[in-house]
């Protein structure tokens, strides 16, 4: 499907003014014409920054009318470059970043209202505030916006229990690529009246509309917590320890992030500073974080299950976090290891999952497949509960990346090809953009990616909504 | 949209009968062409059982190829007649009762992948000879197929803890209305690659695939549950009441029904075998269901809330189940309401949401505007953990329903007028089919209306899928 767009030249920015308050429409600066990996650059654009959802609505009526690409821009920090065109004539950046009001908030409902430009850690607080929890967490919430999280369906570390992006939300508000409003700010948790437009706008990375509003889930606070970080036999010997642990405390499993030896490693030779608990780095180690109800006791659950683990030889060695400090060490071990990582610096970074009785298999013949291109070192680790892992490829002391730039593709090549042949996904949480456009055609199923244009074609037959992202213009 | 679809004439099935195996296409016996609540009766039909996705998918294109219309066919249970089309010529009905095999379980993953014509009862006996919970449970459990539980977006009583059928599925296989095969039967609890055509086809109703298989999530099984009968001051007191629930067990919370005086005095009226735990019915109760990992205690749980409850003037009275058989009872009492009412005989009934905090204004302007209408008894009870209401009208003793014809449409209005002035839902779990084609129309948003139609026009243009359900033909 090819469209021929126009730039959003000056005189188009013209039009703009003239139909917008002041102080809407602007050149571009830099930093909207940037992503975080440093991959995409935009061509100069121009910037417009609504105020409301009528706004938005004339901004992609005046686009369509002027045949111009709109890129839908939340905080900017998605690792994919959907944020970025380098390629199409110069498009008009559509930020949210004004339109940040938290709407309401139910919490006998457990539901707040919420506009697409409101910082994730500004929700997570409203939600506090309200002696409430909003899940998502990640990496870059201290400047990600809620209507980029929607967008891209992002995960991190809540997802165990919480679920991804997509599954926290009740209702959307959203501009349509012809201009139409789509009011679906619902707060039902039931309601079967028609096609799910909600989840076909979530992880679209803005190709089908602009996100203006959501209506989110949010939940009890945990009364209290627990941490442990138990030595594990092996991958395989992780999985059923998580299986183990549902039975003791059901969902309120919150957190299981697996950590390789290689991630101790890292950190002894980058960051000897941080408390490492081990004396000698076990192989594998899994980190399992417990958020209870007011009727459970954390110290005495986690215990009884590592009692039952090792009786089953699942586990050989651990600890039960005994304060909040030591809680906070243990996180402090997992949280640092990007750090490491990127201390030391790969040469290439993965962002797989596979199925979780899949993983034992992943790890062994990804190791095997990668030693027969070369001597590399690999931390991986992640989000093993949900089966996504970062699979990171690093060279040996002493030498660097830059060494192995020609080697790149074919590991990734590597990596992915094996996570296709078990049923993976070449993307877990960053979603498509447009460093994956061509993985997807690789990879993706013929059925869906015809379906996924018709749909397009439909809902935008100029081709107007982020053209490039997720499918090729 | 209109389409000129030819009947499935005999001409039509010798064609058929031609390409697949002997015994797959028969006409359609008498069953078919009903639906439970007798308001649509279908024209006589060919009839196809085919065997495998391969079957589905040489159907839909030899359909597609005659322009014959096809309707998807479950178990038949469904309330608003999408199984059923009496307008339309005879249309090829696609029946799945043959493809019933559970194709794998992976207890460890909590993941079992079941062909779309699997008896929903029979997907959750596997679940539990695996030691694990398939959570969907509702009244047709032992006819309904998965396949119309996916198609629907099946509610029931687990939603409150697990979410809706849409909410219990990792990835679909279904045939197109192309008759492409969409192979996305994925494990995986993190896949951000492109458009989630399965939130599409869930709760499409048939109008745009076939669904044939699905992976589904399964859960641990509780390891020890817990019921009480608590009589509180009012609707609102019960929401308030399920907050606080929260704070005690979390997402443990695996039923919260309220049950209203009517319910109890109908039970008196038409069943007084059953064994009533209440000298005096209350006005308001509710039923709450605890399903608890193994570190905790029902009882003491309980015992606790209600305490904490009645010191917030929530609670007044109530009853902790010391026994299974206790247990038992009370919920013998909220599963007998529903033939208590079909013993009295309703004038009109409805399956309808509201947002939680909205319920208590909801039942009392509804009391107040049917009463201007004129004296009727009302029976309001249902999933308000969910914001779901089964909300019907009766007439007075000594009347029966037939006197009360003509009020019937008023009486809908009123309802559904007052469900979607407060941000409600028409149907909120039995879905459009054909009998809620207007109401969609007059209450949906024009904006998803027409995104509705020019994905169903994308992908169907034809019109073959089930047409006339969901949106007019």
């Known amino acids: 499907m090819t469209h ?47 105020r409301s959802t009528q706004e938005v609505a004339t901004l992609i009526r005046m686009a369509a009318e002027a045949r111009v690409g709109v890129i839908p821009y939340g905080g900017g920090t998605g690792l994919v470059g959907a944020q970025v065109d380098p390629d199409g004539p110069p498009p008009l950046i559509l930020s949210l970043e004004r339109m940040t009001a938290i709407r309401a908030i139910y919490p006998d409902e457990n539901v707040l209202v919420v506009e697409a430009g409101a910082i994730l850690e500004d929700v997570q607080r409203a939600a506090e505030e309200a002696d409430r929890l909003f899940p998502l967490s990640l990496a870059a919430q201290g400047s990600a916006r809620i209507g980029g999280n929607l967008g891209t369906n992002a995960g991190g570390t809540g997802v165990l229990r919480y679920g991804n992006t997509r599954d926290l939300c009740l209702g959307l508000e959203a501009v349509l690529p012809d201009g139409q409003i789509l009011n679906g700010l619902t707060r039902l948790r039931k309601n079967n009246t028609g096609y799910d437009l909600r989840h076909l706008l979530i992880g679209a990375e803005g190709t089908l509309g602009v996100i203006t509003a959501a209506t989110l889930k949010l939940f009890a606070r945990p009364a209290q917590t627990g941490t442990a970080l138990l030595v594990v036999d092996s991958p395989s010997a992780a999985i059923k320890l998580l299986s183990m642990a549902r039975k003791h405390f059901g969902e309120m499993v919150s957190a299981f992030e697996l950590i390789h030896r290689q991630g101790y490693d890292f950190l002894t030779e980058t960051m000897p500073e941080i408390r490492q608990p081990f004396a000698l780095a076990p192989e594998w180690s899994v980190l399992i974080e417990l958020g209870l109800a007011a009727d459970m006791d954390p110290q005495v659950g986690l ?50 999952s596979v199925p979780l009785s899949a993983i034992p298999e992943f790890i062994e013949k990804a190791g095997a497949q990668i030693a027969l291109i070369g001597d590399f070192r690999i931390n991986c680790f992640g989000h093993v509960g949900d089966g996504n892992l970062h699979y990171n490829v690093f060279p040996h002391i002493g030498h660097s990346r830059d060494e192995y730039a020609d080697q790149r593709e074919a590991l990734k090549n590597c990596v992915h090809d094996l996570t296709d042949a078990l049923g993976g996904s070449i993307s877990a949480e960053h979603g498509i953009g447009r460093m994956k456009v061509a993985d997807l055609e690789k990879y993706g199923d013929p059925a869906k990616l015809s379906a996924m244009r018709a749909i397009k074609a439909a809902l935008d037959p100029l081709g107007i909504m982020n053209p490039g992202a997720v499918l090729r213009r």
Chains 1, 2 share one sequence.
């Open 303 to 352: 215990a009884a299950l590592f009692e039952e683990a090792a009786e089953a030889g699942l586990v050989h060695d651990g600890l039960i976090a005994q304060s909040s400090a030591q809680s906070a060490d243990f996180w402090n071990i997992r949280e640092s290891i990007p750090e490491g990582n990127r201390r030391v610096g790969s040469i290439c970074s993965h962002d797989i």
């Open 4 to 50: 021929t767009l126009n730039p959003a030249d000056a005189r188009f920015a013209e039009t703009l003014r003239a139909a917008l308050p002041d102080g809407t429409v602007s050149d571009a600066s830099a930093s909207y014409l940037e992503e975080p990996r440093g991959v995409y650059r935009g061509k100069a654009a121009v910037l417009a920054k609504p």
